[in-house]
C-alpha cells in the first residue's frame, strides 16, 4: 500500500493529511511534500497521523528530520496520531517527550 499526502491550510497552519503505510518505498512522497511546504514558508505544521495504517523506522526518522528543519525555521511541528499502537512506537522510541501529540485534529487546531 502506498502512501497517500495531502495538506490544507488552516489559517497560519499547515495540515498534511497523512494515510496508509509510511515506509522505506513509500517515505520519499511525504518527505518531498513536507520540504516543498518549508520552501514555500510554512513552518507551523500539524501532521494529521490518523490515516496511517503502518509506520517503520523510516518514518519515524523522516518525522524527526522534518521537526529538526521546522524548529530550525523558527517554526512548530505537531502530530495527531489517534492510533494506539501507532502511539505505542512513539512511547518505546521515547519520542512522545520529543513531539507534542494530539489524539484529535480538533484539538491539535485548537490548542
Do not use: C, P, W, Y
Amino acid at each position: 500500500m502506498e502512501v497517500r499526502v495531502t495538506t490544507e491550510d488552516v489559517g497560519a497552519r499547515t495540515v498534511v493529511h497523512v494515510g496508509g503505510e509510511i515506509d522505506v518505498a513509500s517515505a520519499d512522497r511525504l518527505r518531498e511534500r513536507v520540504a516543498h511546504l518549508l520552501a514555500a514558508g510554512r513552518t507551523d505544521l500539524l501532521v494529521d497521523l490518523t490515516g496511517v495504517t503502518f509506520m517503520d523506522s523510516t518514518g519515524l526518522g523522516l518525522l524527526v528530520g522534518t521537526l529538526k528543519r521546522v524548529r530550525l525555521a523558527g517554526g512548530r511541528l505537531d502530530l495527531v496520531v489517534d492510533s494506539e499502537r501507532l502511539l505505542k512506537v512513539f512511547r518505546i522510541t521515547g519520542l512522545t517527550e520529543v513531539f507534542t501529540i494530539h489524539e484529535t485534529l480538533d484539538a491539535a487546531l485548537a490548542g
